[in-house]
């Protein structure tokens, strides 16, 4: 079978964790992309890739490459995903796969026009786990759905030049954490939320430093969210149907999770590997575009951004580049 060569766009933190992970049958890491030619040239000898670009144009104009990772800040993955399509390469961008809903409708337009694989790095839509959890809910013992807590707190350094602070970059927890949390609720949601209530404060910078969410879909199914940058929370997950609840800790890359019974009586559930999580995300991209198949997950990427858009509109939270 056909091995699709990748590129990586972007060569920060990320895109060393992609690198230095990547191992998937059908699949070569092929070459690395940066503006800079010496910090291409130097990732590249670092992970052994057989090609370096000093800049992105020069990756995309390789015919050789099928795919491409984008592993920029979000504030730019708009543009590179459109540039990537424009250039026939199949995507896997990083979350925030853009920064509002209107740019994601384009680029899935593009990408149906161009017959691509267009797809957002959402772990979550890739662990095993995730996958078993959601076949036990619809064997249909569990009974319905009724509520979902999430919470996710993350300690960050008070620096307002901090990537996480900096309006320019598209700084505040809703892009960054946020997305977790609601990708993690409408995985398990049976329909989009219609209801949507919050509050939020704001960073000193203009960007959201912390915020409760309160969503209701048509189902009646409920979920709480918790964010925020300025202090330690658990990376908690609870999944609660008539018959007992789920319990996800550490949820974005998790490998197990508990089920209690109404009796009290927990039973442990394990899928995956947390250590092979990108690995996951590449294996399922390449086995679409060789099978010629969409993105199942991003219709819930679609609703994610929806849900975005629309907390931010209630925030009054805008970025100027957008």
């Known amino acids: 079978m056909k091995k699709l060569n990748w590129g990586i766009l972007g060569l920060g933190q990320i895109a060393n964790e992609f690198a230095e992970t990547f191992n998937v049958e059908n699949a070569v890491l092929y070459a690395a992309g940066s503006r800079n030619d010496g910090k291409a040239a130097a990732f590249a000898e670092k992970y052994g890739i057989e090609k370096s670009y000093g800049s992105y144009d020069a ?8 795919v491409v990772y984008i592993a920029t800040p979000h504030s730019h993955h708009a543009e590179l995903i459109l540039k990537s399509l424009e250039y026939g390469k199949h995507v896997l961008s990083e979350k925030a796969i853009t920064m509002n809903n209107n740019q994601l409708t384009q680029a899935m337009k593009l990408a149906e026009e161009k017959k691509l694989v267009l797809a957002e790095a959402m772990v979550i839509y890739h662990m095993p786990l995730y996958h078993k959890l959601k076949e036990i809910a619809q064997e249909g013992s569990l ?11 993350s300690l960050k350094e008070e620096d307002p030049t901090n990537r996480f602070f900096n309006k320019s970059l598209a700084g505040g927890a809703l892009l960054d954490i946020g997305i977790y949390a609601l ?5 398990f949601l049976t329909s989009q939320p219609h209801e949507i209530h919050t509050t939020m404060n704001f960073y000193e910078t203009g960007v ?21 940058f300025r202090a330690k929370m658990p990376k908690l997950g609870i999944v609660a149907f008539e018959n007992g609840f789920f319990t996800v800790n550490d949820f974005p890359r998790a490998e197990k999770a508990t089920l209690t019974h109404p009796d009290g009586s927990v039973e442990t559930i394990e899928a995956g ?14 086995n679409l575009i060789l099978s010629n198949r969409p993105d199942p997950s991003l219709a819930l990427t679609h609703d994610v ?10 925030w009054d939270l805008h970025y100027d580049f957008e």
């Open 273 to 286: 590997d947390t250590k092979q999580a990108m690995n996951y995300e590449i294996a399922d991209i390449t």
């Open 208 to 228: 959201d430093e912390q915020s409760g969410i309160i969503l209701k879909n048509d189902h009646d199914e409920l979920a709480t969210i918790s964010l925020t």
């Open 59 to 66: 990756l995309l104009a390789d015919p050789s490459i099928d």
């Open 143 to 153: 009974g319905k759905l009724k509520m979902i807590q999430v919470s996710f707190g």
């Open 183 to 187: 990708s993690f609720t409408r995985f």
């Open 305 to 314: 951004m929806e849900m975005m858009d629309t907390l931010r509109t209630k």
